[in-house]
């Protein structure tokens, strides 16, 4: 097998940065510190915020600086302004392949366009004060541009990831593994929402930790009850895994969804039970953008047609 060349390089380093970015973002959000900066694209006024309230720009309302939320949201942008760059980067690598495979470029450009557009998105959350709804948007929108960036990347390296399969299995894991990808997409859309509740609760009403989370609530019931179709789904994927002892990437990357999703169901049974520690937060919104990402590609690896566009590619 070739070393990987400088885009897949690249590209694989700005999947694995716009991940790490999703954990600061969701480390912002578990702290409380989504407004530690109240303006955009500054920082109270500047572009570098101060590290002392007696230093705050005319115009301020000293109560609304903290500075440990100010630097952890400011950190939180530079990464964000970092990540930018890299996936600029990426498309500008990615005209290596615009004859060969032109999606990887256009798949490139997209992930680019898109990321200007979160950053600008990012600007009317913070302008909105954390409206809900905007924040949902914005979490979504993480991971569309995570997803690009990993379809590009794996269209880069289809065969390093290839596994032989017949027919039939191979089609049975691509529905399985849409099916488990679309439940898991719903319950990020409905998670973000059920945490956007906890927050109008948090910050309106003067209630002990552990009464943050209504469980009685109709949205949160419902994104409870979806959780047990996503686990269902899980434990078919399993034990066909194991019945047709398949092996090599495709194993490691079932085993691994599996594992994720009842990593899932612990961490928000744990948040329902325990009054919403923030590191159990963390780690639910991390892993669920993780097991996303293994999903999607679980189903690309399992695709028919680019694994026999792979292999007519590869005899040519």
Not at 4 to 22: D, E, G, H, K, M
Not at 149 to 171: G, I, M, Q, V
Not at 286 to 291: D, M
Not at 295 to 309: K, Y
């Amino acid at each position: 097998m070739n070393k990987l060349n400088a885009y897949q390089r690249v590209a694989l380093l700005t999947v694995l940065a716009t991940l790490f970015l999703i954990l600061v973002g969701g480390l912002v959000r578990a702290a409380g510190a989504g407004l530690g900066c109240p303006d955009w694209p500054k920082c109270f006024g500047v572009w570098i915020p101060p590290t002392n309230v007696a230093d705050l720009p005319a115009g301020f309302d000293p109560t609304l600086f903290n500075p440990v939320h100010t630097w952890l949201e400011y950190i939180n942008r530079l990464i964000g302004v970092l990540i930018g760059f890299l996936i600029l980067l990426t498309f500008a690598l990615s005209f290596r392949y615009r004859k060969t495979d032109p999606i990887i470029t256009i798949s490139s450009a997209a992930a680019f366009v898109f990321v200007l557009f979160q950053g600008w998105l990012g600007g009317q959350v913070v302008r909105s004060g954390l409206e809900a709804g905007m924040i949902t948007i914005h979490m979504v929108m993480a991971m569309v541009i995570v997803n690009v960036l990993l379809y590009a990347t794996y269209r880069a390296n289809r065969e390093r990831w290839f596994y032989p399969l017949d027919a039939k299995n191979r089609s049975f894991f691509k529905k399985i593994g849409i099916t488990l990808l679309a439940f898991t997409m719903v319950q990020l859309i409905l998670g973000t929402q059920v945490r956007e509740m906890v927050d109008v609760v948090k910050n309106t009403l003067d209630l002990p930790r552990e009464m943050w989370l209504d469980t009685e609530n109709l949205l949160y019931r419902i994104h409870r009850s979806f959780s047990w179709i996503v686990l269902i789904l899980a434990v078919v994927l399993f034990f066909k895994i194991k019945k047709e002892h398949v092996q090599g990437i495709f194993r490691r990357l079932g085993i691994t969804i599996v594992m994720l999703i009842i990593l899932q169901m612990f961490l928000g049974l744990g948040m329902e039970r325990l009054g919403m520690p923030g590191v159990f937060q963390l780690l639910h919104l991390v892993s669920v953008a993780v097991l996303i990402c293994a999903e999607f590609l679980f189903v690309l690896i399992s695709n028919p047609s680019s694994q026999t566009s792979l292999r007519a590619r590869t005899r040519a």
